[in-house]
């Protein structure tokens, strides 16, 4: 674990508790910093939200911008988290924030003293735009102490983290349309039926205007590349730098909100060509896994996705690369133990690839149960004590594409395997 982290992890509860008091009076003696950053795009979503983010952010930097980010979780460092006008925030200012934080004495959660910290950072630091993700839900989330965003952007909604937010996708919408703002503009994915309804009514009540993908603007592949089109205008882009089909939806929705910020087409097409964003569909070939997969001439992917939808996505991408250059495919699987891992191996039940399961840092589920869970999906699954061990068996047995997936902090421990690997 980095310093910061274990700074956070010993000075703040741990615990994931839904509540807005907290961070009020937290932000309140720090000087309300949410009340002065620059203008904020406020992302939420269960899906895509990051990979949107960073959509977002290319664009806007492409076209000359400063701009912060806001992120969650971190993979190698807590750094990645907050970046500032373009940069990874600090060791030296992050710890000289959290000392601020830890001077006001509140009670505040590992991730409302991360969220205040991102706050106090980006209030401090001139940019022209500040991107902000939300953690969890919405109406309760720790970053909806913005009162005042300029846009309201919601990723696709799915059922996710039901311990908190329940298994009704209406209801999970309900809580991702707490970032719905009177007077600020709401960009909206491709949503479940269930999902949009709740969405338009949350807009109903606090009277935000509402631009709809599917209604009011659309993207999709074209030609290699990717076009998009709404009431206005067409535009003939490149294809987005993130892979997997998936990625066009999100890439429509950031090109959205690029055109509501009046940012040219030029920087459009420059930033979906540059966009980074680990451990999403990410090719590795780099560091011990990458090299180990370049020897043996096999694609390595890592992806972080761990729900059904994100599944779906994963099966589509490698689905997709299948039918171009056809592989034996493997899965290299290690998930939370609270996820829904039946729903994540239904997804890729039809890949035909062979599984692996193992074990990470932290609450993981266990190898074999994982195994189990495929099993009952008619994968093959075997078992392994890590992630090492899952690749040289594949390899051996003649995979020649692997895709390590199931988690972001099994994602997080892959990267961190090599400094050349770790997200900047």
């Known amino acids: 674990m980095d310093p910061i982290s274990e700074r956070l992890r010993a000075r703040h509860p741990q615990r994931i508790d839904l509540s807005l008091e907290r961070m009020r009076v937290l932000c309140a003696g720090l000087g309300d910093p949410q009340n002065r950053l620059p203008p904020v795009v406020h992302v939420a979503g269960t899906n895509g939200k990051g990979s949107t983010v960073a959509f977002i952010r290319a664009i806007a930097e492409a076209a000359g911008l400063k701009v912060h980010a806001y992120t969650s979780p971190h993979l190698v460092r807590f750094n990645e988290r907050i970046r500032l006008a373009g940069k990874l925030i600090e060791d ?112 109903r009540a606090v009277h935000a205007p509402l631009t709809v993908m599917g209604v009011d603007f659309d993207a999709w592949a074209e030609r290699g590349g990717m076009a998009y089109q709404d009431q206005e205008r067409f535009l003939d882009l490149p294809a987005p730098a993130l892979a997997g089909p998936h990625q066009i939806d999100n890439a429509g929705l950031a090109v959205a909100v690029a055109l509501e910020l009046d940012l040219p087409e030029a920087a459009i097409a420059q930033g979906l060509r540059a966009v980074r964003w680990p451990a999403r569909m990410q090719r590795l070939t780099a560091g011990p896994y990458g090299e180990a997969a370049r020897a043996a001439d096999a694609e390595l992917w890592l992806d972080g996705g761990h729900n059904p939808h994100a599944g779906a996505a994963l099966a589509l991408a490698l689905a997709e690369r299948q039918a171009k250059v056809p592989r034996p495919l493997a899965l290299i699987v290690g998930m939370l133990a609270n996820k829904d891992a039946g729903g994540f191996f239904e997804a890729l039940s039809q890949s035909g690839a062979a599984v692996f399961t193992v074990p990470f840092e932290g609450a993981a589920a266990a190898p074999e149960a994982l195994a189990a869970v495929a099993r009952g999906h008619g994968l093959g699954a075997t078992t392994c004590v890590s992630v090492q061990e899952a690749l040289t068996r594949a390899l051996r047995l003649g995979a020649g594409r692997v895709a390590i997936c199931g988690s972001l902090y099994l994602a997080g421990e892959v990267l961190a395997a090599a400094r050349e690997t770790w997200p900047d």
């Open 92 to 203: 030296a200012p992050l710890n000289a924030i959290l000392d601020r934080i830890e001077a006001v004495g509140s009670e505040a959660t590992v991730f409302e003293s991360t969220t205040a910290a991102a706050f106090v950072a980006m209030s401090e630091t001139p940019a022209d735009l500040a991107i902000v993700e939300v953690g969890l839900g919405g109406v309760l989330d720790a970053t909806n102490v913005i009162e005042r965003p300029l846009l309201s952007v919601i990723a696709p909604v799915d059922l996710d983290h039901a311990e908190f937010l329940g298994d009704s996708l209406y209801g999970v919408a309900v809580e991702k349309a707490g970032i719905l703002k009177v007077g600020a503009r709401g960009l909206i994915a491709r949503q479940p039926e269930a999902a949009m309804a709740a969405i338009e009514a949350a807009a």
